[in-house]
């Protein structure tokens, strides 16, 4: 019984974290996320869940951590500064391997910077704001109906892998109202916190003795050093690491034949789908990855991919951040070039084309990469 | 129609996200792919705000406009800074009890119509300026039938205002006609 509806990105990622199964939420508004627990702190009560506004962006991720450990799947939404402030308990939720979900609509930045802008600059920060190796999983999504499916699929892997899954979304999406046709009640496979889980969780005060803790630790719970607290580390990061492809998460158009490329992901995608459409009908040879999980990267299929390729241009709206990833991955064997925009506004399809146009066709390329 | 494209510019606090939100409602309803982006300043109100609406029967992958089909003035500031950047057809509605229309805008089609000061006199409110807009929008470009529009309007709006916004839409789009009949 699925139907056409007008909905926000917001409301989308609001209403995916219900369909998901989500009981718990806490949070300190912000632009440009607040109409996320503005959604929810109408319709978490009707489904007998609970939301509440903390203080700050400190209690709200320690509230989550606190209601996933008590057994409820639980999530915070925030900008970046909230992003920033929540850095702290994302490494105590790696590290105590906590399922929980955290959704940064990200704003031009740093500081307050744009408040009402929107920005691709928290690429990096997703996957090393917190001291110290950890895992972490980072999605994306591009539409308002992608929103709410990355929602939900960002709880399922919070729940299978026990980690904290971060969902980057923007300023623009968040906004963004469009006609969607959401996921029916039974339409997406949900992940249930039980003995199948692929990694095991036991709810505190269920049973078992439990210890949480943010020092490094056996599997006791009680405080490794030396080759025990390296076994530990080494464990909860590769539990995500070795699952990196099986992970992998993108969509693949015109790859076949094409001689060059475009890896995108997140509302830039919007504009790169409107110029390869452009560019393939002017008879350009281009073709177009638009990733959905960003990490762990998925360094095999950019490293395979490149070496069909003579160029690779990745748009994005910060100084350089995905495309170091990229330019690493593809290890020499393309030439790569940024195409950056940081002054609030989006890539623009013209400007993709341009840059496409001017770059590929005559090789002009970022950094050291070698042209061919 | 494939696409038109429509940016409605003014103050925040002045309803033109929630314009632009009626607006594609009612064309969603009618079988179009429809999407609304807004930009407006870090201030809670006053401010530059706009809303764009993209209405198609294509898919819409890009959802900002660059220059729209449809434009929107509701205050000097929005009508200064837009107005240079339009499609070829362009028709622009101003609201002439705030905007100075400059004359030498020649090329784009500019209706001015009194839109707050009929809200004010009519309804008693600026509130529903906003409405009125749509509703002589609306008229002047036929985006979407009266029924659809007026159904969402209803909806989106809280049970003790309704009255008032149905009202808002009528005087908007009876000002378009008094505009063609003193052309006349």
């Known amino acids: ?25 806490a949070g300190y508004p912000i632009t440009p996320s607040s109409e996320i627990m503005e959604y929810l702190a109408r319709e978490m009560p009707k489904v007998g869940g609970v939301c509440v506004q903390l203080e700050d962006e400190i209690a709200s991720i320690s509230a989550v951590i606190g209601a996933a450990w008590g057994g409820v799947k639980a999530m915070t939404a925030t900008s970046g500064p909230g992003f920033s402030l929540m850095q702290e308990n994302i490494g105590y939720a790696a590290i105590t391997e906590t399922p929980c979900v955290i959704v940064d609509c990200q704003r031009w930045g740093p500081s307050t910077g744009q408040p009402t802008k929107a920005a691709q600059g928290d690429v990096m920060q997703a996957r090393w704001g917190t001291h110290g190796d950890h895992p972490v999983i980072v999605l994306t999504a591009s539409w308002v109906r992608e929103v709410f499916e990355m929602t939900v699929h960002a709880f399922n892997l919070a729940e299978q892998y026990r980690v904290p899954v971060i969902l980057l979304l923007d300023e623009v999406l968040a906004h963004l109202r469009e006609n969607v046709t959401l996921p029916a009640a039974g339409e997406l496979e949900i992940v249930e916190r039980t003995e199948d889980t692929e990694e095991k969780m036991l709810n505190f005060g269920e049973g078992a003795r439990l210890m949480v803790t943010g020092m490094a630790h056996d599997e006791t719970g009680f405080p490794a050093q030396g080759e025990k607290a390296a076994q530990h580390l080494k464990r909860i990061v590769g539990k995500i690491e070795e699952r990196a492809e099986r992970l992998m998460r993108y969509q693949g158009f015109y790859l076949d034949d094409a001689d060059y490329l475009i890896i995108s992901y997140g509302i830039t995608s919007r504009a790169v789908e409107a110029a390869v459409e452009r560019l393939r009908a002017g008879g350009i040879p281009i073709g177009w990855l638009d990733l959905k999980i960003l990490w762990p990267f998925p360094e095999k299929l950019i490293r395979e991919i ?3 390729m003579k160029y690779i241009l990745v748009p994005e709206l910060n100084l350089g951040q995905l495309v170091r990833e990229v330019e690493r991955a593809a290890a020499g064997q393309a030439p790569i070039a940024h195409l950056g925009r940081v002054d609030g506004s989006l890539i623009t399809p013209e400007e993709i084309c341009k840059h496409v146009h001017v770059g590929a066709l005559s090789g002009q390329t970022r950094g050291s990469a070698p042209t061919s | 129609m494939s696409t038109q494209q429509i940016r409605l510019t003014g103050a925040g606090g002045q309803g033109l996200v929630l314009a632009g939100i009626i607006l594609a409602e009612a064309a969603m309803r009618e079988g179009y792919n429809v999407a609304v982006a807004q930009s407006y300043g870090p201030e809670a109100r006053l401010g530059a705000s706009r809303a764009e609406v993209i209405i198609s029967t ?49 090329k784009p089609k500019i209706i001015a119509l009194p839109l707050q000061q009929a809200a004010i006199e009519q309804i008693g409110s600026k509130l529903v300026t906003n409405v009125v807009a749509l509703g002589a929008l609306n008229a002047l470009a036929q985006l979407v039938s009266w029924e659809h529009l007026a159904a969402v309007v209803v909806e989106r709006t809280p049970q003790k205002y309704r009255a008032q916004n149905l009202k808002a839409l009528e005087i908007g789009c009876a000002l378009t006609q008094t505009t063609k009949e003193s052309r006349a």
Do not use: W
């Not at chain 1, 007008?6 to 009981?23: I, K, M, T």
């Not at chain 2, 705030?98 to 030498?104: F, G, K, P, R, Y």
């Open chain 1, 1 to 25: 019984m699925s139907k056409q509806e007008f909905v926000q990105g917001n409301e989308a990622c609001a209403r995916g974290a219900l369909y998901a199964g989500c009981r718990f939420f």
């Open chain 2, 58 to 106: 294509q898919k819409i992958a890009y959802p900002q406009i660059d220059q729209p089909d449809l434009l929107l003035c509701l205050t000097q500031e929005a009508y200064d800074k837009y107005i240079s950047n339009l499609g070829e057809q362009a028709l622009v509605l101003a609201d002439s009890s705030q905007v100075l229309i400059a004359t030498n805008h020649l």
């Open chain 1, 306 to 308: 490149s070496s069909q």
